[in-house]
């Protein structure tokens, strides 16, 4: 079976850091995805990690264990912008189609 | 705009008809998907096509049929509908099946 598991909810205040945790089970993998999706609105792509490792696209950062099946978004400076929910999501391998599995995400909420 | 596109963005319709939800994208992309998000946020593929051919069908009662007349479109036609389909659907497309997707605006079906 796949599974992803990430926290339901979580609140911080504008400027602060907070890490979103991602733990999988998956019977293929291919990389780990971020989407963030507002309010009403569609998902869109945060980012991808293939490799253990962190990924650093400005004030958010992505890292992956493969040996852990884990890995977590971080966004710093956060922004009432921010307020989103974020999803994490596997890729699964050739035999797949490649496609991804979604968590159940997690909802960030930024106070002021 | 270079985006994907879906008509209609809402739907309401009684128990029983047929509706169906059209898909657009101009990206050039090659792989084009359909997914649902239901009340509690979970989004779960259903349909993926590769250059018009199905590659990517999950467990989804046969009264859901996409069509992919060419790569730039895909189709999703509902029979019968239920309650149950109530929720908000997903059109996406990628350069590959391992690329990012890039997601439509999403089409919010309510069924009476």
Redesign the interface.
């Known amino acids: 079976g796949q599974s992803l598991e990430q926290p339901s909810e979580v609140t911080a205040v504008e400027g602060a850091i907070v890490q979103i945790n991602c733990t999988y089970q998956t019977s293929g993998f291919?990389g780990l995805?971020w989407y963030q999706?507002h309010d009403g609105?569609?998902?869109?792509?945060l980012s991808?990690n293939a490799l253990d490792g962190l990924e650093e696209t400005g004030r958010f950062s992505s890292f992956l264990s493969r040996s852990d099946s884990y890995g977590y978004l971080l966004l710093q400076e956060l922004q009432m912008k921010d307020s989103a929910?974020y999803?994490c999501a596997v890729?699964g391998g050739y035999n797949?189609?490649?496609?991804?599995?979604?968590g159940?995400?997690t909802e960030l909420s930024v106070k002021p | 705009d270079t985006a994907v596109s879906q008509t209609p963005k809402y739907l309401v319709t009684q128990m029983g008809n047929d509706k169906s939800i059209k898909c657009e994208q101009n990206l050039g992309h090659d792989t084009m998907y359909w997914y649902k998000q239901d009340s509690?946020?979970?989004?779960?593929?259903m349909f993926?096509y590769?250059n018009k051919e199905l590659?990517?069908n999950e467990t989804v009662p046969n009264r859901f049929s996409p069509k992919s007349p060419d790569k730039a479109h895909l189709n999703l036609h509902i029979n019968s509908l239920e309650l149950g389909d109530s929720a908000v659907y997903?059109c996406a497309s990628s350069q590959?099946?391992?690329n990012?997707?890039?997601?439509?605006?999403?089409t919010r079906l309510t069924v009476l």
């Open positions: 291919y995805s999706q609105g569609a998902p869109t792509f991808y929910s999803f890729r797949q189609g490649g496609k991804l599995i979604f159940q995400g | 509690k946020k979970f989004l779960k593929i993926s590769n590659i990517i997903f590959d099946t391992y990012e997707q890039f997601f439509g605006p999403g």
